[in-house]
């Protein structure tokens, strides 16, 4: 079993519509969770941190559940320029704080 | 604003060649990493490096290795560069990441680099 596991899509949705990605991890100890946004032929970059109370930033939505193990994503009113991969991402809870790399998600915004 | 330079974007070489990639960080981060990234297989971590001279093999270090002679220079060398070595190579900066807050554990990338072998 990966270690960070998610759907690789593709998702395809409509302009405006609201699309949810979820991520579960293994490793009950981890602490660090963020999402981060890939274009096509660049490097990731963070979109946001998540915290276990859950947090908002604009139209995206992060949520953590510890007992589930499980981070989700929820992107309100879809934008073209949201079509993009979103990597999950865990720590592996040790002393230097690994980042482990879910495989992505891949989203297409569909006008 | 961080900044991870990575030396070259694209790179074409041989096969058999010794290839040297590098990345600097302005970040004062003590956490430096290697990954490649292949169409399918995500992420996949090479080396990385907690501190000056210090490293520790990643996922897949075989081919490579690394040096880190400063704490904003980490090097990835490809000793005897094979087609099997194409890919998309990321540099990547953190801190030591022994913070509870996520934000204070953030990693960051350098744009990349496209190596081609033939």
């Known amino acids: 079993r990966k270690e960070v596991e998610q759907d690789p899509g593709p998702f395809n949705v409509p302009e405006g519509a609201t699309v949810a990605f979820n991520c579960t991890y293994s490793n009950s100890a981890s602490q660090s969770f963020f999402w981060y946004r890939q274009d096509c032929r660049k490097e990731p970059k963070l979109l946001m941190s998540?915290?276990?109370?859950?947090n908002e930033d604009g139209r995206f939505t992060a949520q953590l559940n510890r007992a589930s193990q499980y981070i989700s994503l929820l992107i309100r009113d879809s934008k073209l320029s949201d079509s993009a991969t979103y990597l999950c991402?865990?720590?592996?809870?040790?002393?230097?704080?690994?980042?482990?790399w879910g495989l992505g998600t891949s989203l297409a915004v569909n006008p | 604003d961080v900044k991870v330079t990575q030396s070259s974007r694209y790179l074409v070489k041989r096969t058999g060649e010794k290839v040297f990639l590098e990345c600097v960080q302005d970040m004062d981060h003590e956490n430096m990493f290697w990954y490649r990234q292949d169409p399918g297989l995500g992420l996949r971590l090479i080396y990385f490096?907690?501190?000056?001279?210090?490293?520790e093999k990643g996922d897949i270090p075989e081919g490579y290795s690394v040096s880190r002679e400063k704490k904003e220079r980490f090097s990835l060398i490809l000793e005897s560069a094979s087609t099997n070595q194409t890919s998309m190579y990321l540099c990547?900066?953190?801190?030591?990441?022994?913070?509870?807050?996520?934000?204070?554990?953030?990693?960051?990338f350098g744009a990349g680099t496209r190596l081609s072998v033939l």
């Open positions: 991402v865990g720590d592996n809870a040790g002393n230097n704080r690994k980042l482990i």
């Open positions: 490096s907690y501190d000056v001279k210090m490293k």
């Open positions: 998540v915290y276990s109370s859950g």
């Open positions: 990547v900066t953190g801190p030591r990441g022994r913070s509870i807050r996520p934000r204070e554990n953030i990693q960051y």
